[in-house]
């Protein structure tokens, strides 16, 4: 007969086990001998043996003692349905690991891949870290306001990538960055950009902004996360405004 400590070390786990799987009945607790102690005998050991198999394989204790009494046809059954939950736990447990990845390569959690893409097309034209990282953080902002919008507004940004003026205003961003407060710069950068909404507002991609983003406070709220991104980002909102644009996130042209 065995004393709990040898049963323990017989079947490969802990007293603190054997003592739990007592108090939930998956293991019946002997009498205590005529010296005062529970002793366990073969049966005891083999039971443990496989509850520790369950325990192991991802079965839920709860349904441990279902399958150690059921027959070979539940037995199967219940193990493949445990098998079918573990795959799934598997899949989702794998989905976490690539996200964890995508944070490691700097680009966040939130980011969709729509927006992960379009960022690496700005990293290819030669946008600065701080401009992409800036850029990144706002549509972090956009794609948890509108997530069923972010596919259309990427096809239309990949595109504004192909025109020159639209690289050549990342460049004097990069500049500006560096030297706020030269208005010659701010000057020139106001001008390309009140440019490219012209053009923009020739090829129809200004109308329905009030259908796509149509939350006036939380376009409030981007426009105030822009303000706050960099110094240089309220001088040139005056300055487009006097070339005949308002607004940041959401672009229109000024009223008389």
Not at 29 to 49: F, I, N, Q
Not at 57 to 64: E, F, H, I, K, Y
Not at 169 to 182: F, M, P, T, V
Not at 226 to 240: M, S
Request: hydrophobic letters at 45%; charged letters at 30%; glycine letters at 4%.
């Amino acid at each position: 007969m065995l004393t709990i400590g040898r049963l323990a070390a017989y079947a490969g786990v802990t007293i603190r086990a054997v003592r739990h799987y007592h108090q939930i009945g998956l293991l019946r607790e002997p009498e205590r001998d005529a010296s005062g102690y529970r002793t366990y005998d073969a049966a005891a050991v083999v039971r443990l043996v496989r509850i520790r198999t369950l325990a192991e394989a991802g079965v839920p204790l709860a349904r441990v003692r279902e399958l150690l009494d059921a027959e070979p046809e539940t037995f199967a059954a219940a193990t493949a349905e445990i098998d079918q939950r573990l795959r799934t736990q598997i899949r989702t447990l794998q989905e976490h690991r690539r996200r964890i990845a995508r944070l490691g390569c700097g680009d966040s959690l939130a980011v969709p891949p729509e927006v992960a893409d379009y960022l690496d097309r700005l990293r290819a034209i030669g946008a600065s870290p701080a401009a992409v990282e800036s850029e990144r953080d706002a549509w972090i902002l956009m794609a948890a306001r509108w997530p069923e919008a972010i596919p259309e507004m990427m096809v239309q940004k990949v595109a504004q990538l192909s025109n020159p003026k639209v690289v050549r205003l990342y460049q004097l961003i990069d500049r500006i960055a560096e030297n706020w407060a030269d208005e010659e710069l701010l000057a020139e950068t106001a001008d390309l950009m009140s440019e490219l909404f012209a053009q923009a507002e020739a090829a129809g991609e200004l109308t329905g902004q009030d259908d796509v983003t149509p939350d006036e406070a939380f376009i409030r709220l981007m426009d105030s996360f822009a303000d706050a991104a960099h110094p240089a980002v309220a001088r040139l909102r005056e300055l487009v405004a006097e070339r005949g644009w308002v607004g940041w996130t959401r672009v229109e042209k000024r009223r008389p």
